[in-house]
C-alpha cells in the first residue's frame, strides 16, 4: 500500500496556513511489468500547474503527445501546494516543504548523481553573474518551480546549470533536462490552460520538430498537483513520448517518486532514497 504523508492544504480550502493534515493517497500500488526501457540517451521533463486532467487532455498540444506516446491515466500529485511536489520529483521526498515558502534543504537529489549532465531551464529565471539567485519571485517567475533552488549545495554553488528557458535552443541538451514555465505559461491561476498550450505550441512544439533535440530521448509531460487542491485525490496528466516509447494508455498508479525513479533508470543512476515504500519505475511501455 501507498504510505501516508502530510499533506498542507492550500488557504484556499479555508485552513490555516499551519493546519495540515494525515492523508492517505487514493489508490495502491498496483504489479506493474517490470521496467526495460534501453538506448534512452536523455530525458526532458516538462512541469506545468494546478491542471484537472480531463480539461488538461483536451489541449492540442497534450492531445498529440498522447497520440504519438503513452497516457498515465491513474497518475497522482504527492501534495498540495505546488514546493512539495517539486521536491519529490527530484529528491523522492517532500522533506518537509509543506508550504510555498522557501526553504534550505541538505539532503540527496537526482542532480548530485547525475553530476554536470543536469540542466534546469525556466522560463523568465533571472540569473546572477557567479552565483544563484534565490529571489521569491520576479515578475511571473517564481523560485518555488524550480526545486533545484531548494537545496543547499546548489545554493552555494554558481547556478550555472539553471538558466533561462532561451538557453535551451543554444545549449547542447544535457542528460536531464527540466523545462520549466512561468505563471502564465504552466496554466497557473489567473491564466488558464489554454495559455500553457499556446506557450507549448509555440516553444516546444519546434524543439520536437529537430532530430538533434529528439534523438533517443524521453519526453515527459506531467504537473505538478490538480487543480482541486483537495487531500482525496490529487490525479494530474501525464504522458510519456519519444522514439523509445509506445504508443497507447495505462491505468498503472503511479506518482511523481515513481516518475523520479523512472528518470534514474533511464539515466542509469540511483535514485535518491525515497519517503515511499514501493516505489518503481514504470514498466511496460517502452518499445
Not at 18 to 28: E, F, I, K, M, R
Not at 152 to 181: H, N, R, Y
Amino acid at each position: 500500500m501507498r504510505s501516508t504523508r502530510l499533506v498542507l492544504l492550500l488557504l484556499a480550502t479555508g485552513l490555516s496556513a499551519n493546519c495540515a493534515t494525515l492523508t492517505p493517497l487514493p489508490h495502491a500500488r498496483n504489479a506493474v511489468p517490470a521496467f526495460d526501457a534501453k538506448n534512452v540517451k536523455r530525458v526532458v521533463l516538462i512541469i506545468l500547474e494546478n491542471g484537472n486532467p480531463a480539461k488538461a487532455a483536451q489541449q492540442s498540444f497534450m492531445q498529440d503527445r498522447a497520440a504519438e506516446g503513452m497516457l498515465l491515466t491513474r497518475y497522482f500529485g504527492v501534495a498540495h501546494p505546488s514546493q512539495p511536489n517539486y521536491i519529490a520529483l527530484i529528491s523522492g521526498s517532500t522533506a518537509g516543504a509543506l508550504t510555498d515558502s522557501p526553504i534550505t534543504l541538505d539532503r540527496p537529489h537526482i542532480g548530485q548523481t547525475l553530476g554536470s549532465r543536469w540542466r534546469v531551464y525556466a522560463d523568465d529565471y533571472p540569473p546572477l553573474a557567479g552565483k544563484c539567485n534565490l529571489i521569491k519571485q520576479q515578475d511571473l517567475y517564481v523560485r518555488r518551480h524550480v526545486p533545484f533552488l531548494s537545496f543547499k549545495d546548489v545554493q552555494q554553488g554558481t547556478c550555472s546549470q539553471i538558466e533561462p528557458f532561451s538557453a535551451i535552443k543554444t545549449d547542447t541538451p544535457p542528460d536531464f533536462a527540466l523545462i520549466v514555465p512561468n505563471l502564465k505559461h504552466d496554466g497557473h491561476r489567473p491564466f488558464t490552460l489554454n495559455d500553457a498550450n499556446d506557450w507549448l505550441n509555440a516553444n516546444i512544439a519546434p524543439l520536437l520538430a529537430d532530430p538533434a533535440f529528439t534523438k533517443d530521448t524521453v519526453f515527459i509531460l506531467t504537473f505538478d498537483e490538480d487543480d482541486t487542491f483537495s487531500a482525496q485525490n490529487n490525479r494530474v496528466f501525464t504522458v510519456l513520448w519519444g522514439d523509445h516509447v509506445q504508443h497507447g494508455t495505462r491505468d498503472d498508479v503511479y506518482d511523481h517518486e515513481d516518475l523520479l525513479a523512472t528518470i534514474a533508470a533511464l539515466l542509469g543512476v540511483a535514485p535518491p532514497p525515497f519517503d515511499e515504500t514501493g516505489v518503481r519505475p514504470i514498466g511496460g511501455i517502452w518499445k
